[in-house]
């Protein structure tokens, strides 16, 4: 079973910057999967912010688009969000999982724009 492990997130102000990351472990293929970064706001529902494929091609939700980069790193087992200037509306936990959201969820990383 695959399990994913977040970190980087933190409190910031309006206009910084977070590099998030996710490392994957367990018997997959990893390279051959479509990630994605999701976020869920409290009392809203979880969302899809940014998303890989296995070609790397990448897609974004509107709102974070100019803003977020999703990347990865096959060898490693890992995908990254890099936020820049970031907005309170940002605030969320954020979480990486499997583009179709079929992996069990992690912790998520917590992330706090505000001054």
């Known amino acids: 079973q695959v399990q994913f492990v977040e970190s980087g997130g933190g409190l910031v102000q309006p206009g910084g910057s977070l590099r998030l990351s996710c490392a994957a472990s367990g018997k997959i293929i990893f390279s051959i999967y479509a990630m994605g970064w999701f976020r869920q706001a409290p009392g809203k529902q979880r969302e899809l912010v940014a998303s890989?494929?296995?070609?790397?091609?990448?897609s974004y939700k509107d709102s974070v688009k100019g803003r977020f980069t999703i990347s990865r790193d096959n060898a490693k087992n890992t995908v990254h969000l890099q936020m820049n200037s970031l907005k309170p509306e940002d605030t969320a936990v954020y979480y990486c999982?499997?583009?179709?959201?079929?992996?069990?969820w992690g912790q998520g990383t917590q992330v706090t724009v505000s001054s």
């Open positions: 999982n499997f583009h179709d959201r079929t992996g069990s």
């Open positions: 890989i494929t296995s070609g790397a091609s990448t």
